[in-house]
């Protein structure tokens, strides 16, 4: 089955403790994205991958980072997290020829 | 830069009613244009799409029309059921290739038996 699996699903932590979220698609894709979901703002992109070891920044990638070491995988990493994070956070994948965009389940996050 | 602007809700309405959700853009060339669907505790899921000017996007019973003119994309459905009970995302994709998806700020469909 075609899909796009984020870990954890929860998560609460501590402010300052680093973290890492995974995300894992098994559909040979080349783009892969990350976005917050904010409520009043919709989705916005974090940073995004065109392929393996080719990242770049989104609308709003402070206090994140990325990497695309694998072409299957895009982990979302944060350094230091704040409050501020506390967010819902998708994962997205689509391959170089198609309009449609493959989405994760999502990763709730709280930072305490 | 691009935009999408969307109606906010909640939007209630009784089973078998009509759904409109309005969608306005603004973006240079021609963008794609999509209907997401998030089911409570899902990630996103394509509802349709429409790639160019006066394509009707069509899945589910629900339909939507690229109109370049107007510079709209509304969602309709003529008989909402409850199951429909979601949150709706209207986006658009740049004509550059897929770096991102701009999404309105969704609406969420509540339908009462």
């Known amino acids: 089955e075609a899909q796009v699996t984020q870990n954890p699903r929860y998560l609460i932590t501590v402010t300052g403790k680093k973290l890492t979220v995974t995300c894992s698609q098994n559909?040979?894709?080349?783009?892969m994205s990350w976005y917050r979901q904010d409520p009043g703002l919709g989705l916005r992109q974090i940073y995004y991958s065109m392929n393996v070891e080719v990242t770049d920044k989104g609308d709003v990638p402070e206090g994140y980072k990325v990497s695309r070491k694998e072409k299957r995988n895009f982990p979302l990493i944060l350094e230091s997290p704040s409050p501020n994070q506390t967010s819902l956070y998708f994962c997205?994948?689509?391959?170089?020829?198609?309009?449609?965009?493959?989405f994760g389940q999502g990763t709730r996050l709280t930072v305490v | 830069g691009d935009s999408v602007t969307q109606m906010e809700g909640p939007v209630t309405l009784s089973e078998e009613a009509f759904l409109t959700i309005n969608c306005t853009y603004t973006?240079?060339?021609?963008?794609?244009l999509f209907w997401y669907v998030q089911y409570p505790g899902e990630g996103l899921q394509l509802l349709l799409k429409a790639t160019k000017a006066d394509d009707k996007g069509s899945n589910k019973g629900f339909e939507a029309t690229y109109r370049k003119e107007t510079t709209s994309f509304h969602l309709e459905k003529g008989s909402v059921q409850v199951s429909d009970s979601a949150v709706y995302f209207c986006?658009?994709?740049?004509?550059?290739?897929?770096?991102?998806?701009?999404f309105g700020t969704g609406t969420r469909l509540l339908v009462s038996p």
């Open positions: 986006a658009l994709s740049g004509n550059t290739g897929f770096q991102k998806l701009v």
């Open positions: 997205a994948s689509k391959d170089t020829l198609g309009t449609e965009a493959f």
């Open positions: 973006a240079t060339g021609y963008p794609s």
């Open positions: 559909m040979n894709h080349e783009y």
